[in-house]
């Protein structure tokens, strides 16, 4: 850029590259489709808990097997809820170890489904189910004769009232499992009840598994701190929650806990363009673009519409802009724009200018 140009001509596409302070530390992946989670979970090795995403069709999953079909529909503040379609042919034993981890472990309120059971077995909770499963299974379900035949349904015993204070009844116990894995081959389904619902429900093909983190409490100063008793009742552990007027996961070493966008006040979609935290297009949010209307506007960037840097997307990583060619933006101007506290324009774009001073 030499001599004093006073516009910015023309550039189809800019990248604007987020200053990592704005998307946190970029090691781990948090979204996978249209699922997005929070630390301690994501979808890539530097993760705190590692999930799979299969990142074309955006389906994520539990524990090293993909053909596990173990799928996360999503994760809450307390739980992970896994979709399980019903298959004959999913190992239990293989499921076993993926469900059963040193931060995560299946609760209570899940029932199994379980196949190609030794005739007379003995483990515990073991029973014929009330409704046949072949009621709800598909042709996918690779349950032939012989597997729908031997099917049976493990019904926790609920914790009575009395129960309640031994808190490792919360979740299933690991060893009754494992003897149940002798004798039924297969995991084909699961059902859980929602106790917390306006009336308990029975969430077909659905599992919960309640997660931690180990050690003494890492929250951040605006979020309660709940211990959690795990499945090994010597281990520490605990799980972070913001307080009321704070939004965020709460833990001292991910995002922490941050003032809530006044009631959930930030508009994240412009037109057809959807963006994620930190961006959005109302003055609440923490990165705020322009917007001219949010049924079918045109998203920009800075404080001027009439300079005309569109956004034309928003990733992980970058702000894409589009700049339809235009002899008066002022590059000046343009300069305050696009050099933020937030993100900057990176070195591989090349800029057209005009209006030069000569020579
Ligand atoms: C990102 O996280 C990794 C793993 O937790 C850590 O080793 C690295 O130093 C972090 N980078 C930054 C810039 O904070
Ligand atoms: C996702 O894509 C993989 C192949 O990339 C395929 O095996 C899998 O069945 C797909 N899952 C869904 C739910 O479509
Ligand atoms: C996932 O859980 C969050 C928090 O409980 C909830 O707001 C959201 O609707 C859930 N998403 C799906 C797809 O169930
Ligand atoms: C059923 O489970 C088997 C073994 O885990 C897997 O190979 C197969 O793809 C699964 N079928 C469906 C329809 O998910
Ligand atoms: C389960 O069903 C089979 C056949 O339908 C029957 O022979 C068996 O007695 C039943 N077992 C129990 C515990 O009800
Ligand atoms: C399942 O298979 C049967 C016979 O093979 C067929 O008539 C039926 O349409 C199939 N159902 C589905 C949902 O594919
Ligand atoms: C799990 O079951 C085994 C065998 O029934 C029992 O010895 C053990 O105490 C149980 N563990 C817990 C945490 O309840
Ligand atoms: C299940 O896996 C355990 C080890 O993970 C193994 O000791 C056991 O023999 C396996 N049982 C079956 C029935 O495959
Ligand atoms: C945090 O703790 C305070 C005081 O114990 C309680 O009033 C509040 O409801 C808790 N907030 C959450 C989100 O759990
Ligand atoms: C959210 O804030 C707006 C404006 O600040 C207010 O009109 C609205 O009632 C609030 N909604 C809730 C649910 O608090
Ligand atoms: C919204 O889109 C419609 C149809 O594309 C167009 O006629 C209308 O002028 C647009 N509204 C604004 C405010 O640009
Ligand atoms: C915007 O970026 C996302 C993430 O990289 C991508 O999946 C999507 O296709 C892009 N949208 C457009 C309109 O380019």
């Known amino acids: 850029m030499r001599g004093l140009a006073a516009a910015l001509l023309l550039l189809p596409w800019m990248l604007l590259l987020l200053h990592a302070a704005a998307v946190g530390n970029g090691s781990c992946a948090r979204s996978c489709g249209a699922l997005t989670v929070q630390y301690p979970f994501g979808f890539s090795p530097g993760c705190e ?71 007379a077995s003995l483990a515990a909770d073991i029973s014929n189910c009330s409704v046949h ?11 032939g004769r012989g597997a729908a035949d031997s099917i049976h349904c493990v019904v926790p015993t609920q914790p009575t009232s009395d129960d309640n204070i031994r808190v490792p009844d919360r979740f299933l116990n690991r060893t009754e499992m494992q003897t149940l894995a002798a004798e039924c081959t297969g995991l084909v389904a699961a059902v859980s009840y ?3 619902a306006p009336a308990p429900a029975l969430l077909l093909s659905t599992m919960e598994l309640e997660w931690w983190m180990l050690g003494p409490c890492r929250c951040s100063r605006q979020a309660n701190c709940t211990r959690v008793t795990t499945p090994d009742a010597r281990q520490e552990a605990f799980r972070c929650e913001c307080r009321v007027g704070f939004e965020g996961d709460g833990f001292a070493e991910g995002a922490g806990c941050r003032k809530d966008a006044g009631n959930g006040s930030c508009a994240r979609s412009c037109g057809g363009l959807t963006v994620q935290y ?29 300079l005309g840097l569109l956004v034309h997307n928003v990733t992980a990583r970058a702000v894409v802009l589009s700049l339809p060619q235009d002899c008066s933006r002022r590059l000046n101007a343009s300069i305050q724009a696009l050099f933020s506290k937030s993100y900057a324009p990176g070195s591989q774009n090349a800029l057209v200018v005009s209006a030069c001073s000569p020579a």
């Open 194 to 196: 929602d106790w917390d």
């Open 49 to 119: 808990i590692p999930l799979g995403c299969d990142q074309a069709n955006g389906t994520a999953w539990l524990g090293g097997a993909r053909e596990l079909g173990l799928l996360v529909s999503n994760v809450t503040a307390r739980a992970l809820f896994l979709a399980l379609r019903p298959n004959c042919s999913r190992r239990l034993n293989a499921s076993l170890e993926a469900l059963f981890t040193k931060t995560y472990a299946p609760g209570r309120q899940n029932a199994l489904v379980v196949s190609s059971c030794r005739p």
């Open 278 to 306: 930190p961006f959005g297009f109302s003055p609440g949010c923490e990165i705020p673009l322009g917007c001219d209307d949010q049924a079918n506007g045109t998203a920009w960037v800075g404080g001027a519409r009439e």
């Open 133 to 143: 499963p072949s009621a709800y299974f598909d042709n996918s379900s690779q349950c």
